[in-house]
């Protein structure tokens, strides 16, 4: 076992120089909306229509007349890589990541007030070889149906293609859709009552989730035992490199269930993903928000920053850094808002509020400060 890595390396790695930039992949995103909004008229000759304020937000939906509909598609990413070296050094991680690939679905999904309410799989191997290997892919069954049964929803079925020459041989490529019912309609939640006076109520992260991993892998590539390099001082000692980024992403449904059920009405929520923290800005409305109080940041993160070199506005807007999941609710909640979240296992903070003024975030313990230029998802 290695000593923990204290030393940040003497180049900065930034989420751009790990090969993602949203200056690049942002702008498809808007156009391709732009271009779906006009197939909504589709929805017509079926009696049905499209909730507008819906496009630009974590999932899409339909109204149906006595309930809504939503839907969502979300793909796992680049922490399958993870889970490939750990399995070539004897460890399965391929349960907790088929957690993760369901939550990427579904933690968008409830952003907007849906319970889940089917599951379908994507599972696309670089070869039929893949699926042969019985450990690991029960593994990953094991663990799809674990998250399905966490979450009340039906796995309803899948794709499992096998695409050599698109995926690498000896590689899967794991996503899942979730589609969820918002019933009854009041409990819609796109932001109309999202104002000042609103409470910002953070929830725990389990540590990265599954957003920024090709930074974390490109960190691992500088570090001399790699994934199996320890993170942390005495507290967390033993707590290796590989195993933390793959401690599996928490699956926020039961919260907004259980707000729903305790009478807490969210008036807008935010899966903290891609951006880190400057999602807490992705509703259009102009509107301030200030933060006081910060959730502890999970060791697997802080020593990501340091090796990475990054400061806290740059770490902030790239990870969860602690807080995966965003709810903005009436001050008069925010007590039974804590408190429901704990019932369901889950850490939560009272982190500041929502003002009146232009577009922006403040940061206020880091003195981070983000204008509405910062994120443009519409």
């Known amino acids: ?29 808007v156009a391709a909306q732009r271009a779906a909004a006009a197939t909504a008229a589709h929805l017509a000759p079926h009696g049905f229509g499209e909730v507008e304020a819906s496009r630009g937000e974590s999932a899409y939906v339909v109204d149906l007349g006595h309930f809504y509909l939503a839907s969502i598609v979300e793909c ?17 991680f391929f349960g907790a990541i088929a957690q993760d690939t369901i939550a990427m679905a579904v933690n968008d999904l409830v952003t907007v007030g849906a319970t889940p309410l089917v599951v379908q799989a994507y599972w696309a191997a670089g070869g039929s070889e893949w699926f042969a ?61 999202l104002g000042p006076g609103d409470a910002i109520v953070l929830l725990e992260s389990s540590g990265i989730h599954a957003n920024g991993l090709s930074l974390a892998r490109k960190v691992a590539e500088r570090l001399p035992q790699g994934y199996q390099t320890v993170i942390g001082g005495e507290a967390d000692a033993g707590v290796r490199y590989g195993p933390a980024l ?14 729903w059920a305790a009478g807490v009405r969210v008036h ?14 992705r509703h259009p409305k102009a509107l301030t928000y200030r933060v006081h109080t910060l959730p502890p940041v999970p060791p697997v993160l802080r020593f990501l920053q340091q090796q990475a070199g990054m400061d806290d506005a740059e770490a902030y807007g790239t990870l969860n850094m602690g807080a995966g999941f965003a709810l903005f609710v009436h001050a008069d909640d925010t007590e039974r808002a804590v408190a429901v979240a704990r019932a369901q296992g889950i850490a939560a903070w009272v982190a500041g509020q929502v003002e009146a003024g232009p577009k922006q975030l403040f940061i206020e313990p880091l003195g981070v400060h983000w204008g509405a230029g910062e994120l443009q998802l519409r």
């Not at 030393?7 to 993602?20: F, I, K, M, N, W």
């Not at 899948?158 to 019912?181: F, K, M, N, Q, W």
């Not at 899966?271 to 999602?279: A, L």
């Open 133 to 193: 290997d019985g450990e690991r892919a029960q593994a990953l069954v094991a663990g799809w149906k674990a998250a399905c049964d966490r979450i009340g929803a039906a796995w309803g079925g899948g794709e499992t293609p096998a695409l050599a020459g698109i995926v690498e041989a000896g590689r899967i490529d794991l996503a899942a859709s979730c589609t969820g019912l918002v019933n009854p309609k009041p409990r819609l939640t796109l932001g109309e009552h």
């Open 268 to 281: 807008y929520a935010a899966n903290v993903t891609g951006h880190g923290w400057r999602k807490l800005l």
């Open 76 to 92: 796992l990413g680049t922490k399958t890589l993870v889970a490939d070296a750990m399995w070539r050094d004897g460890e399965n």
């Open 246 to 259: 793959l401690a599996p992403t928490l699956l926020y449904s039961p919260v907004t269930e259980a707000l």
């Open 1 to 29: 076992m290695t000593t923990p890595a204290e030393t940040p390396p003497h180049t900065p790695l930034s989420y751009e120089q790990a090969g993602v930039k949203y200056d690049l992949i942002d702008p498809l995103k």
